[in-house]
């Protein structure tokens, strides 16, 4: 059975920073590309980060990049993101995501992935 299982959310001050973990299991980890989207209250899901299997690249979007980093750990089936420098326009509800097919190019399209957590809620305050 695919689990992933995302958390570290929290309230944070603007400029703050945080870390999410997703803890997977059931698959093969070090095969499949990574991410994170977000999806802030009434909002339609928004990509965040991605990451392919070998973490040999990362992709990150516009209103994100050079804040969040995106990391993996394959030998503990463990994803992250690192947040700094947080707004508040990233409050949002996180989910860590695995992308169809493994050894496959990562996507940015929520519908390109099978597997979401079950999310980890950033709140971050002027």
């Known amino acids: 059975q695919v689990l992933l299982v995302d958390s570290g959310g929290g309230l944070v001050q603007a400029g703050g920073s945080l870390r999410l973990s997703c803890v997977t299991r059931?698959?093969?980890?070090?095969?499949?590309?990574m991410g994170w989207f977000r999806q802030a209250p009434g909002k339609e899901r928004e990509f965040v980060a991605a990451i392919s299997y070998s973490a040999g690249s990362t992709y990150y979007a516009d209103s994100v990049k050079g804040r969040f980093t995106i990391s993996r750990e394959n030998s503990n089936n463990t994803l992250w993101l690192q947040m700094n420098r947080l707004k508040p326009e990233d409050t949002a509800t996180y989910y860590c995501?695995?992308?169809?097919?493994?050894?496959?190019?990562?996507?940015?399209?929520?519908?390109?992935?099978?597997?979401w957590g079950q999310g980890t809620q950033v709140t971050v305050s002027t």
């Open positions: 059931g698959f093969i980890f070090k095969t499949y590309a």
């Open positions: 995501v695995r992308k169809k097919g493994s050894f496959s190019y990562y996507s940015t399209d929520p519908y390109d992935h099978d597997y």
